[in-house]
Nanobody
Framework: QVQLVESGGGLVQAGGSLRLSCAAS????????MGWFRQAPGKEREFVSA????????YYADSVKGRFTISRDNAKNTVYLQMNSLKPEDTAVYYC?????????????????WGQGTQVTVSS
């Protein structure tokens, strides 16, 4: 069993920055890939970013590439999402997730555990 708890969401003006954190407990965190997803009101959940178990490879959705950075600290069992140059269209509930594998995928159905989500609101 894995527990994931996100934090760091909030209200920010367009152009601003936020850093989301996802603290994991349970299974060996460092062995598994981690991902961030988001869901805006009335829209389907979408992939944002993912990182391999070692942190050596990261993937991003085109919509956030160049603005968001994913990282992980396996010693702290935490994955981060640094979000810069935020836009109103980034407004959503952000979820972290983990899959019991070392490689990353963008398909949320391939992830095994999810956090409860943290709200990010970007005002124009």
């Amino acid at each position: 069993q894995v527990q994931l708890v996100e934090s760091g969401g909030g209200l920010v003006q367009a152009g601003g920055s936020l850093r989301l954190s996802c603290a994991a407990s349970g299974r060996t965190f460092s062995s598994y890939a981690m991902g961030w997803f988001r869901q805006a009101p009335g829209k389907e959940r979408e992939f944002v970013s993912a990182i391999t178990w070692s942190g050596g490879i990261a993937y991003y959705a085109d919509s956030v590439k160049g603005r968001f950075t994913i990282s992980r600290d396996n010693a702290k069992n935490t994955v981060y999402l640094q979000m810069n140059s935020l836009k109103p269209e980034d407004t959503a509930v952000y979820y972290c997730a983990t899959r019991l594998a070392r490689t990353v995928v963008a398909d949320g159905n391939m992830y095994d555990y999810w956090g409860q989500g943290t709200q990010v609101t970007v005002s124009s």
